[in-house]
């Protein structure tokens, strides 16, 4: 599965994020997945010995991307694991993704080439994607990143998403884990992200404008390796 499309991220107190949903509320709808309350979003980022992909964030490259799994809750007990690959040119995100059985997590995060123990399901990914796996064969679980997501798309064009995500919580990877043993990242602050194909609409627009709400580039990935990781190499 594959999605291209531009991603603009929001860190704010969650207070101010409600104050901006109760703004445009009657544009918007909750995503079916979150109708019963907000749903848990799990992911373990991986780089390289000398941490490439945090490198070439922190240097603010146009072209970059990273790899992680993810889960909807605890990665060792999700029905679903996804791979998936994240990458960036300019502020257009392109996400490409492959499920993978629950042997094939366990084999990669203990340490095992991932385009090996992907075998022929490599080719689920783009060319370009499967050739970064293949070159990089000592990709390494690094850190995990953890939190609840509420999601709402707009009623009349779905492809215009927002999420919001609270209690972010983080950890060096280093084994099975439980989320209450993770630690608080970003200082409590709850993040939001439009995710869009072309334009957003005025109403959203507006009200960014009127919360004073400003754009960061700063991931949950790079606080998360700027938290646990800096010092592995």
């Known amino acids: 599965m594959k999605f291209e499309r531009f991603e603009f991220k929001f860190s704010e107190e969650h207070v101010k994020l409600i104050d901006f949903l109760n703004r445009i509320e009657f544009s918007m709808k909750k995503d079916p997945y979150c109708a019963d309350g907000p749903y848990t979003v799990d992911s373990i980022y991986f780089d390289c010995k000398f941490l490439k992909d945090f490198h070439d964030k922190q240097n603010a490259l146009l072209v970059r991307g990273k ?21 960036k040119h300019g502020d257009f995100v392109i996400k490409e993704r492959i499920e993978i059985t629950s042997e094939m997590v366990k084999m990669i ?33 690094l850190t995990i990143v953890s939190y609840d997501r509420t999601a709402f798309i707009l009623k009349i064009d779905d492809r215009i998403r927002l999420t919001i995500d609270s209690d972010i919580r983080s950890k060096r990877y280093v084994g099975p884990y439980n989320r209450k043993d993770l630690f608080s990242m970003r200082g409590g602050l709850s993040v939001m992200e439009l995710k869009f194909e072309k334009d957003l609409p005025k109403i959203i627009n507006e009200a960014i404008k009127k919360l004073d ?18 010092h592995w190499i």
């Open 67 to 87: 790899f992680r799994l993810r889960a909807y809750g605890n990665i060792f007990h999700a029905k679903k694991v996804f791979l998936e690959y994240k990458g």
């Open 109 to 141: 995060l203990n340490g095992a080439p991932i385009s090996t123990i992907l075998g022929k399901n490599i080719n689920g990914f783009s060319y370009s994607v499967a050739k970064e796996l293949l070159m990089r064969p000592t990709l390494k679980p």
């Open 213 to 230: 709400m400003v754009r960061v580039s700063n991931s949950k990935a790079e606080f998360s390796f700027e938290e646990n990781a800096i």
